[in-house]
């Protein structure tokens, strides 16, 4: 199946919700295995994240990139004012990128009646299969 990164870090910031809650044995073990996957995108993610904010962040005389000092985005990389738009599409793109992740064939009745938010239903969605 195809998804997206966005899709994958949405549905990593959320399934120990699920992995944290008694399941039976395969759909545990379904869970674990598109995680495993996951993982591995979410690393491919990180270290093209890390390129772009080189890329396109404002350096010091020393070549370190340049942070917020304060407020609310306090760390944040400070992004070249002349690159802001091309740095947004780079992120953009990253964000957008499809990746295959093998189908384990996970369904919504693998869960039984077990208690989750919407928001966090939401982020497993795209990883459930709708074949019998």
Known sequence: MKVTIEQILDFNGSVDEFLEKPLNIKTAYKLAMIKRQ???QTDFYQTSFFKILNEYGKKDENGELQRVQEGVNEGNVLIQEDKLEEC??????LMGLEVEINNYNLKLEDFGDMEVSADDLATIIPFLSEEE
């Open 38 to 40: 996951t993982d591995e």
């Open 88 to 93: 947004n599409n780079a992120l953009s793109d």
